[in-house]
């Protein structure tokens, strides 16, 4: 079959995955701020322990903004297109990323994401759409005819709908 094409942000969705928990935040500005202070000592004491759980927090008397580094915010993106992810993923130090691949499915009846500047215009909307139908076609033809999905999906366009999970630096 053949997928949908979506216009603008429709059936776009952002899914969070994993959110920094206050507490554990709270107990890295810990351990940083005594290690900053020259209490480390006392600190670690707690760590050997086992109270590690039980340390007096302290994130609201400390400035040090690299603790907010020390956990990650993960995300999962789906509907997005390819030329979406390709913007993303050049993106800052810390952050990883894991995305659908084209290279092992088969893309025949992936969905498309017509851009809004388009499809305000009937005539550039028909246009894009008979692209996408012949891209489509294209690839069908490759895939029957034995040529790899890695290689059949050079045809497709960035307007390929896929998914992606990032991770990024709080």
């Excluded at 603790?67 to 789906?78: G, K, P, R, S």
């Excluded at 050049?90 to 088969?106: C, D």
Aim: charged share 20%; glycine share 8%; hydrophobic share 45%.
């Amino acid at each position: 079959g053949e997928g949908r094409i979506d216009i603008g942000y429709e059936n776009l969705k952002v899914l969070l995955l994993h959110a920094p928990g206050e507490k554990d935040l709270r107990i890295t500005a810990t351990l940083a701020a005594a290690g900053h202070a020259g209490a480390f000592g006392e600190v670690l004491q707690f760590i050997q322990g086992g109270q590690i759980n039980d340390l007096p927090v302290v994130l609201d008397q400390i400035g040090l903004q690299q603790v907010m580094e020390a956990d990650t915010i993960t995300f999962l993106i789906y509907g997005c297109t390819r030329a979406f992810t390709h913007e993303m993923v050049r993106t800052r130090k810390g952050a990883w990323f894991i995305q659908q691949t084209m290279r092992h499915t088969n893309m025949g009846a992936a969905n498309m994401r017509m851009p809004a500047s388009i499809h305000k215009g009937d005539d550039v909307a028909d246009i894009w759409a008979v692209s996408v139908v012949n891209s489509r076609s294209v690839y069908q033809e490759l895939i029957e005819a034995n040529v790899p999905y890695e290689d059949a999906r050079t045809v497709l366009p960035l307007a390929t709908e896929t998914w992606i999970i990032a991770g990024m630096p709080v």
